[in-house]
């Protein structure tokens, strides 16, 4: 993983007067977001809207944080607490389970294997709930394929350049930091792919067309183009 230097993230909506979580159990985590997402999920449905308030129910219960370490300060969740808290969540939502799972699968990415110091930097900012990450894998002319990419990603000097279009982006409108596949600068062929990090506040992101679909209404999956450049690392 190409390991840009990462900057500061902004936390999602603030709930006023929120009990303290030290102690909380991992079901009285899931069923706190699931009362958030239960609460607005008329609205959410209707407006295809994204979940925020739910969203902020997992940056506040450290749930966002679920496959992070516990000597990282996350909850050092397993893949089967991923499986149980994506379970409860769905009961209410599924598109809020599938939002939930997208997230644990690109922090476990960043798990193992981001390189320091950019590891230890992301980490700390998803157990505190400052992270909600949105994967940029789709891409025009081959689908969701994560060893192929077209897109081109230039090394000037000692930064990447980003120009990338993506059909399907769930999330990515509320997202902190993105994973995303593209070419290697040095590739020769479509397979030569990268997973490289970019914090929101690197690129400028551009959402096109209109979310209405007939189901997962509040994944929100609108097609982006990100653009931006971050520092090179080897």
């Known amino acids: 993983m190409t390991t840009p230097t990462a900057k500061a993230t902004t936390a999602g909506p603030e709930l006023a007067e929120a009990p303290p979580v030290a102690g909380m159990s991992l079901h009285e985590r899931a069923a706190a977001v699931a009362q958030a997402a239960e609460e607005h999920l008329p609205r959410t449905e209707r407006e295809a809207a994204f979940p925020e308030e739910a969203l902020g129910q997992m940056r506040r219960t450290g749930l966002?944080?679920?496959?992070?370490?516990?000597?990282?300060?996350?909850?050092?969740?397993?893949?089967?607490?991923?499986?149980?808290?994506?379970?409860?969540?769905?009961?209410?939502?599924?598109?809020?389970?599938?939002?939930?799972?997208?997230?644990?699968?690109?922090?476990?990415?960043?798990?193992?294997?981001?390189?320091?110091p950019l590891r230890e930097q992301l980490l700390a900012q998803l157990?505190?709930?400052?992270?909600?990450?949105?994967?940029?894998?789709?891409?025009?002319?081959?689908?969701?394929?994560?060893?192929?990419?077209?897109?081109?990603?230039?090394?000037?000097?000692?930064?990447?350049?980003?120009?990338?279009?993506?059909p399907i982006v769930t999330g990515g409108t509320q997202a902190d930091g993105f994973l995303i596949t593209m070419r290697s600068p040095s590739a020769t062929a479509d397979h030569h792919v990268s997973l490289v990090y970019a914090h929101r506040a690197q690129l400028e992101v551009q959402a096109s067309g209109e979310w209405n679909p007939m189901g997962m209404r509040s994944s929100h999956s609108l097609p982006l183009r990100l653009t931006g450049t971050i520092p090179l690392t080897r």
């Open 64 to 116: 966002l944080g679920l496959l992070v370490p516990r000597a990282e300060g996350g909850l050092g969740g397993s893949v089967a607490d991923l499986v149980d808290v994506t379970l409860a969540l769905g009961r209410t939502d599924m598109s809020m389970a599938m939002i939930f799972a997208m997230h644990c699968q690109q922090s476990q990415a960043i798990v193992a294997h981001a390189r320091s």
């Open 127 to 166: 157990a505190a709930g400052d992270l909600y990450l949105a994967s940029v894998t789709t891409e025009p002319g081959k689908g969701g394929h994560l060893f192929k990419s077209y897109a081109q990603m230039p090394a000037v000097g000692g930064t990447l350049e980003i120009d990338r279009a993506a």
